[in-house]
């Protein structure tokens, strides 16, 4: 079983910068982060999977969020975030097979219990 541990989320004016970090107990390929805003479903942010499963963005984050899993405290950062970025953001595992779908929630087995992100 993994443990996945999110940190970093608060209250930010839109314009300003979130570090979201995740804090795991056991590696797997794949480590991404997805959100949830009130009402909507949740949705893939990024994702990077080892053994040549690649990084992978959403359209919204992709030229403006990074996702970094090259140390022992991966993060997601979050640069110039705007009101739309209000949402609870999670950190999820899965292990890459033929098949994954890295926006797919159903092809993630662990989830952090998430860390709300407000922009006013």
């Known amino acids: 079983h993994v443990q996945l541990v999110e940190s970093g989320g608060g209250l930010v004016q839109a314009g300003g910068s979130l570090r979201l970090s995740c804090r795991f107990s056991?590696?797997?390929?794949?480590l991404g982060w997805f959100r949830q805003a009130p009402g909507k479903e949740r949705e893939g942010v990024a994702t990077i999977c080892t053994g040549g499963g690649g990084t992978h963005y959403a359209d919204f984050a992709k030229d403006r969020f990074t996702n970094s899993r090259a140390s022992k405290n991966p993060y997601l950062l979050m640069p110039s975030v705007t009101p739309d970025d209000t949402a609870i953001y999670y950190c999820?595992?899965?292990?890459?097979?033929?098949?994954?779908?890295?926006?797919?929630?159903?092809?993630?087995?662990?989830w952090g219990q998430g860390t709300q992100v407000t922009v006013s």
């Open positions: 056991t590696v797997t390929p794949c």
């Open positions: 999820a595992a899965g292990f890459l097979y033929p098949g994954f779908r890295w926006q797919d929630t159903d092809d993630y087995h662990f």
